[in-house]
Antibody, heavy 118, light 112 residues
Framework: QVQLVESGGGLVKPGGSLRLSCATS????????MSWIRQAPGKGLEWVSY????????YYADSVKGRFTISRDNAKNSLYLQMNSLRAEDTAVYHC???????????WGQGTLVTVSS | DVVMTQSPLSLPVTLGQPASISCRSS???????????LNWFQQRPGQSPRRLIY???NRDSGVPDRFSGSGSGTDFTLKISRVEAEDVGVYYC?????????FGGGTKVEIK
């Protein structure tokens, strides 16, 4: 079965950096587009970034553009999110998800909590 | 950006009764390929979101048939024909037609 397991979250000071990872199994990772979606505590869902199967196409939400970098390693079946210049408003649970041909997120990980606070 | 507006924000429902959630988009969600990429997700308390419906009305595998999606253009609806206790949670619509991808603010379904 499809499994997505995020890691790398934690407490970081404003201006700091974190690198999130998403380890996947149960499907052919190199065939899938992937995304990161976040959810601030008690709030709704916000799409953060998208990467195509070959990494040739990448998109970011305006709120993270220039600060976050999405990447993937198809040999390791893993997705990453490098987060720099973190702000308090980046505090959220970050989920990785598969992005299907129906322009939707069909499988989600359980998420990893990022807290930006001094 | 396409703004997705859900209503109501909160929906108290009696067990066994129907429920309906509305989702309106600020632009048409008809893609140039002819498809309408409107999706519905359920987030139960303490869980990750789970997709229920894709492309307006297509139920995901394992989703009970009491869930149905309908609509077109800018106006969409998720219906639960008879609410069960396990349906408690927050429901989100999401559009996949235009970048950036955007979600509605969510509708909290609770049992009266």
């Amino acid at each position: 079965q499809v499994q997505l397991v995020e890691s790398g979250g934690g407490l970081v000071k404003p201006g700091g950096s974190l690198r999130l990872s998403c380890a996947t199994s149960g499907f052919t990772f190199s065939d899938y587009y992937m995304s990161w979606i976040r959810q601030a505590p008690g709030k709704g869902l916000e799409w953060v970034s998208y990467i195509s199967s070959s990494s040739s196409t990448i998109y970011y939400a305006d709120s993270v553009k220039g600060r976050f970098t999405i990447s993937r390693d198809n040999a390791k079946n893993s997705l990453y999110l490098q987060m720099n210049s973190l702000r308090a408003e980046d505090t959220a649970v970050y989920h990785c998800a598969t992005y299907s041909s129906s322009s939707s997120f069909d499988h989600w990980g359980q998420g990893t909590l990022v807290t930006v606070s001094s | 950006d396409v703004v997705m507006t859900q209503s109501p924000l909160s929906l108290p429902v009696t067990l066994g009764q129907p429920a309906s959630i509305s989702c309106r988009s600020s632009q048409s969600l008809v893609h140039s390929d002819g498809n309408t990429y409107l999706n519905w997700f359920q987030q139960r308390p303490g869980q990750s979101p789970r997709r229920l419906i894709y492309k307006v009305s297509n139920r995901d595998s394992g989703v009970p048939d009491r869930f149905s999606g309908s609509g077109s253009g800018t106006d969409f609806t998720l219906k639960i024909s008879r609410v069960e206790a396990e349906d408690v949670g927050v429901y989100y619509c999401m559009q996949g037609t235009h970048w950036p991808l955007t979600f509605g603010g969510g509708t909290k379904v609770e049992i009266k």
